[in-house]
């Protein structure tokens, strides 16, 4: 079992920063890639960034590429989303993401969807205003 929880989310200004972090539970944290998904209020939930469990392997949605950088820390069970030059339609909420069903896995397609990820996280609240 791998428990999530991410922190990190709040109220920013359009055009500023916010950095994520997703703290796991669970000796196996290292083998999962993991992603971090959002969803808005009426809208289904949608992948933003994934990340391979080595770190080499990573997916951007095209609507923060080149914004967002997600990254991780395997000796702290940490996976990070760093969000820069936010807009107003990025507010959502955040949640984190692990694919414990397929350890040690380069990144697919399948990587992008959210039924392709077994443990989630609470979410965090990401308010951007303008």
């Known amino acids: 079992q791998v428990q999530l929880v991410e922190s990190g989310g709040g109220l920013v200004q359009a055009g500023g920063s916010l950095r994520l972090s997703c703290a796991a539970s669970g000796r196996t944290f290292s083998s999962y890639a993991m992603g971090w998904f959002r969803q808005a209020p009426g809208k289904e939930r949608e992948v933003v960034a994934v990340?391979?469990?080595?770190?080499?392997?990573?997916y951007y949605a095209d609507s923060v590429k080149g914004r967002f950088t997600i990254s991780r820390d395997n000796a702290k069970n940490t996976v990070y989303l760093q969000m820069n030059s936010l807009k107003r339609e990025d507010t959502a909420v955040y949640y984190c993401?692990?694919?414990?069903?397929?350890?040690?896995?380069?990144?697919?397609?399948?990587?992008?969807?959210?039924?392709?990820?077994?443990?989630w996280g609470q979410g965090t609240q990401v308010t951007v205003s303008s």
């Open positions: 990340i391979s469990w080595s770190g080499v392997g990573r």
């Open positions: 993401a692990a694919d414990g069903g397929r350890p040690y896995h380069s990144l697919s397609s399948s990587d992008i969807t959210p039924d392709d990820y077994n443990y």
